[in-house]
């Protein structure tokens, strides 16, 4: 079972709409969460962590954590083409290791 | 400027060359991560070291790859004998090693093999 999963989509959405993004991961123990968007040919950049349960806003971002159902997500508000890119959800696991998801990939068409 | 930096940023080998990946982690962190990502693919953890210590080697080749953090210095990726399969983005990420710590990445060293 793999450590860290997301929908790999691609999710297309229009512009100004509300983008959502999932991710479940497998251990329990996790603390640390982690949401990345990287653009084609570049390098990962964090945009949200989350520690605690409920939702963290930052802009037009929202994480939302869940321990009990060890669920992730992003939502992205008032979708801009420039936020199209693939979205990383991370995990940081005991040990201090970091697990990656394989990312969906985020189309936003104007 | 305080980020992780990587250099090269693209590096060209021939088949049977090695290759050497360097990563100077943020100032006050004193935990690397190197990861290889292929061409629309996810990001695949190699390696996890503090300063002169490997702590996670899982995810590295067995065979020609090596890595190091020592006391003074960058963090190297050392590839020998390179093969075509080995092209790839390598990135760096460093964290200050505490639980909660957030992860940065370098913008990554992309390798070529011809």
């Known amino acids: 079972q793999k450590e860290v999963e997301q929908n790999s989509g691609p999710l297309s959405v229009p512009e100004g709409a509300i983008a959502s993004l999932n991710c479940t991961y497998s251990d329990r123990v996790s603390q640390s969460f982690f949401w990345y968007r990287q653009y084609s040919g570049k390098s990962p950049e964090l945009i949200m962590s989350i520690y605690s349960n409920g939702d963290k806003e930052d802009g037009r971002f929202t994480a939302q954590l869940n321990k009990a159902s060890q669920y992730v997500s992003l939502l992205i508000r008032d979708s801009q083409p420039s936020d199209s890119a693939t979205y990383l959800c991370a995990v940081n696991m005991p040990g201090n290791q970091f697990y990656f998801g394989t990312g969906t990939s985020l189309t936003v068409i104007p | ?114």
């Open chain 2, 1 to 114: 400027n305080a980020g992780v930096m990587q250099n090269p940023r693209h590096l060209v080998r021939r088949r049977g060359q090695e290759a050497r990946l360097r990563c100077s982690p943020m100032k006050g962190h004193s935990h690397v991560y190197w990861y290889r990502q292929l061409p629309e693919e996810g990001l695949k953890f190699m390696v996890y070291l503090q300063k002169e210590n490997i702590i996670d080697e899982s995810g590295m080749p067995k065979e020609r790859f090596s890595a190091e953090f020592p006391k003074e210095g960058p963090s190297i990726l050392r590839i020998q004998q390179v093969v075509r399969g080995d092209s790839a983005a390598y990135f760096c990420a460093s964290s200050r090693g505490m639980n909660t710590g957030e992860l940065f990445f370098g913008e990554g060293s992309r390798l070529t093999v011809l």
